[in-house]
């Protein structure tokens, strides 16, 4: 699902959604979230009898949406209005059973880089499906040429590492799989294999073995006294899309952010989807 609007951000937005669906038998749900009563809810276009100035400008903006669309993805649009629009986005895609929530970065920064907007914010913090964020300016059309998997020095990656290795596996792309040690918070494994079984366990860990010594994936570890270095060390191509993780502190089946991986996600200038605590049980 794309949480839309007729701006910078919004369009980024699609734009990833596009990119992450071809190739991919997905199909896309263009939202617009509003909170103004006044405005009818529901799929558009419709044929209600009567339309609001406000019920026009919004069925003008989703029909430019559905445009940019390729041919082959399935497309729908509609408005959907509530009290917030964290809220409003969150119900939604729970409604439609989405797989993700697309959004643009919002306001500026420099390069194509992700810059948090207010909403944005609050989804990294509350979301209870992986969240994905376009970099401002985003135009890649896809689709994904490599999944690289981030994580920390910490046990608890077990999700992350599982679902990297299934995405890339769906999309048949290289993974890459990247070890993060900021500030020195914990003695690093020098050999990245070894630095995926401490956070995500054995057989994880020789799952992803047996990729790199068939060269369908590669591993390393990045250390750094700051983000800003560490992520220097980093580098990125266009059809790239990185994986987070959610903090341990988060509740079960929800997005929480933590600091540290918030300033990461400032450096990184592809696509990055974060995902709840929890998400690969049952699956």
């Known amino acids: 699902m794309v949480a839309y609007i007729a701006t910078g951000g919004g369009i ?37 009898g009567f339309e609001t100035i406000l019920d026009s400008q919004l069925a003008s903006w989703l029909n430019d949406a559905r445009a940019e669309v390729p041919s082959g993805i399935d497309v729908t649009t509609r408005v959907a209005v509530g009290d917030s629009i964290p809220n409003i986005l969150i119900d939604t895609a729970v ?9 643009g970065s919002q306001g500026g920064g420099f390069f194509k880089r992700l810059t948090m907007g207010s909403v944005v914010n609050t989804l990294l913090h509350s979301c209870p499906i992986p969240l994905a964020i376009a970099p401002r300016g985003y135009s890649y059309p896809g689709p994904v040429d490599r999944v690289t998997v981030m994580f ?37 494994a020098s050999d990245p294999l070894e630095a995926i079984e401490r956070v995500a366990g054995h057989d994880l860990a020789n799952q992803a073995r047996a990729l790199v010594d ?20 980093l580098e990125w191509y266009p059809g790239d899309v990185a994986y987070m993780g959610s903090s341990r502190i988060a509740a079960e089946g929800r997005l929480f952010l933590g600091s540290t991986a918030a300033q990461i996600l400032r450096y990184i200038p592809v696509p990055t989807i974060v995902i709840p605590n929890g998400y690969m049980a049952g699956r």
Request: hydrophobic fraction near 45%; aromatic fraction near 2%.
């Open 12 to 48: 980024d937005a699609l734009r990833l959604a596009i990119a992450l669906a071809t190739g991919q038998n997905l199909g896309i749900d263009i939202v617009i979230a509003h909170t103004n009563r006044e405005v009818t809810p529901g799929e558009y276009p419709h044929d209600r």
């Open 152 to 188: 920390g020095t910490r046990p608890g990656a077990t999700d992350l590492i599982a679902l990297g290795l299934i995405r890339a596996a769906q999309r048949n792309v290289p993974l890459r799989f990247v070890s993060l040690n900021i500030h020195e918070e914990q003695p690093a």
């Open 95 to 103: 409604e439609l059973g989405s797989e993700m929530l697309v959004v």
């Open 214 to 233: 068939s060269d369908a994936a590669s591993a390393e570890v990045i250390s750094g006294n700051s983000i800003e270095s560490a992520a220097a060390n």
